[in-house]
């Protein structure tokens, strides 16, 4: 996630929002202690509330580094407790987001980094949201989006994302693997720069079910599958034992990987570099990216160290996928 090549004269820095999530999740610490250890390469604009971020150690130092705070005093500071699920600090981390996606909107942002929300807060606020990715689709109107998680070692892109395993098969399909991987494709061109991307299908069953005898998923779904995209993309393989798709990925032998569930893109990715994991959203008109973690609320709680790594990851891949868009 080099930055080598991002451009940093005044003239034509890229802008980049971020939302500080559930306030009293590690939401808040790590944004103030990640953006206070990167270099001043863009403009950076935090979405959060200042009474809040003003008790964190760094926040003085933001305003020597013109670094623009958007405050929605939107957290009582009376009674206030970090690591605490509450309704309130759900509505508060929806209301950042709502204002980022207006600044988005009205072209003040370039690309978005979101610190973590809690489901649960969110959900006892009463949004229905499962998670960032959902919020985007419904708040853009976007039908198409791909949540790909990646580290500097690997690219997954999930064709099923936060739901239980054993409802995993009844929803892939042909159309819904095709749909990822265009998607994929498409971003691995047009954001990562890579001008022609190859991408592995990755099995649902072990051994990508031993022609038939572990599951028909692979027969019957993800083969006419990958069979449909190689007609149209070059440089489609599959679908191939997950294990062996993930090897090869880690050789440098694939861009990007396309995983039937969750756990079989964060078991790789937490093993291979947790620290420096980020989430981002595939078929947004701007980039978007998360650390690759959540709340943290026993972090929070306890005022434990917080590593920013994964918080300083996304922000340089946004900047650097935003960079790389504004050039096409």
Known sequence: MSLRKTPISKSCRIKVGITIGDPSGIGPFITIKAVNQLPD?????????????????????????????VDLKNVAKKGFKPGK????YGKASIEYLDRAVRLI???????LVTAPISKEAINLAG??????????????????????????????????????LKDVPGQLSINRICQVTRVTYSALKNIFGISY???????????????????TEE?????PAVKKLSSELAGIT?????????????????????????????????ITGMDGGVNITLGLEFVRTSPLHGTAFDIARTKGPANCNSMISAIRLALKCASIQRKD
């Open 219 to 223: 027969r019957t779904i993800l083969s």
């Open 197 to 215: 991307p190859k991408i592995v299908i990755c099995g649902l069953n072990p051994h990508a079910s031993d022609n038939g005898l572990i599951g």
């Open 105 to 111: 909107k009205a072209k003040e942002l370039d690309c």
């Open 85 to 88: 699920v509450k309704a309130e």
């Open 238 to 270: 599959g679908p191939l034992p997950s294990d062996i798709a993930i090897v090869k990925a880690l050789k440098k032998e694939f861009d990007a990987a396309i995983v039937m569930y969750h756990d079989q893109a964060l078991i790789p990715l937490k």
């Open 41 to 69: 390469i863009a403009d950076l604009v935090i979405i959060g509330d200042s009474s809040l971020l003003s008790k964190i150690p760094g926040f003085r130092n933001l305003k020597k580094r013109k670094i623009r705070v």
């Open 127 to 164: 949004f229905d949201y499962s998670g960032h990715t959902e919020y985007f689709a419904r708040k853009t109107n976007s039908k198409d989006l791909v949540m790909m998680l990646l580290n500097k070692h690997l690219r997954f892109s999930l064709v099923t994302r936060h739901i239980r």
